[in-house]
């Protein structure tokens, strides 16, 4: 089993119709067909979206969308066309909403890699690949890689996990054109935000992006470049080999695959509620990412 401890019921507001509850996001649509992305401070681990939320959470991750975004502007169009919160919206809305263009989505993560973790270390220890690529001897744990790579993946359910699949099977589902575009646009903004991170004192090691169309015009969508959407690893720490340190929810990780939480992640049973420690400890990341990346004191 898997998904939602307690599933949320959505908020009602008047002109807006809700149309998707996510793991961390609200999607409306408002009476001019723009979608409004509402984050919230959710927290998913393990496919579960945990009874307990990481104050916060949703600014933070809303906010530092934004800042890419900017960042971002001449490599590739974004989907944003407004901050303003909706007429009859919560307060609480109040920097976590994005009216957002309404795009036909590409089902596609597409995650590109610089440095060798997670789902693709995996991979390699098996077969020197990732997503059917072929990688050098010798890597470990951390290693860079020879240069990025583009390792798409299929989008899962909430409560089910993305699967890793190859460029091929990415060009047979959406086209050869569209899958190309789709790779020479992952790559250019990962090198592009992988040089403003390490300016800053942060190595991006991997990071996914969801695009859409608006027309024929290929648009970045969704969250971009956040520790929900990708691993940032202070530089001064990094060493290949072993788990990285980073600015994301390792500590919840942590303490819900440890002894104290009492969770055994192969079983039936939803994970239990976060300790307040581990609430604070995992906001400060996030904040302590926000202010690093930007250079703007969180408040």
Known sequence: MSGFVEKPEPIQVPGLVHLHTGKVRE?????????????SDRMSAYDWVLPTEIPDKGRVLTQLSLWWFDQLRDLAPNHVLSTALPEGAPADWAGRTLVCKSLR???????????????????????????????????VDGSEL????????????????????????????????????????TLAVYARARDI??????ILADTKFEFGFDGDTLVLADEVLTPDSSRFWPADRWQPGRAQPSYDKQFVRDWLTSAESGW????????????????????????????????????
């Open 197 to 202: 991170a390490r300016d800053r004192g942060i």
């Open 105 to 139: 989505m590409v089902p596609v993560e597409c995650v590109a890699r610089g440095y060798l973790t997670g789902s693709g270390l995996a991979e390699y220890q098996e077969s020197r690949t990732v997503c059917g690529l072929a990688l050098p001897e010798g890597l």
């Open 264 to 299: 055994d992640r192969r079983s039936e049973q939803p994970p239990p509620a976060l300790p307040g420690e581990v609430v604070e400890a995992t906001r400060a990341k996030y904040v302590e990412a926000y202010e690093r990346l930007t250079g703007v004191r969180w408040s």
């Open 27 to 39: 999607l409306y649509r408002n009476e001019a067909g723009d979608l409004v992305m509402v984050a």
């Open 146 to 185: 020879p240069a990025p790579i583009f390792t798409p993946a299929t989008k899962a359910e909430v409560g089910e996990h993305d699967e890793n699949v190859s460029y091929e099977e990415v060009a047979r589902q959406v086209g050869a054109e569209t899958a190309a575009e789709l790779r020479q646009a």
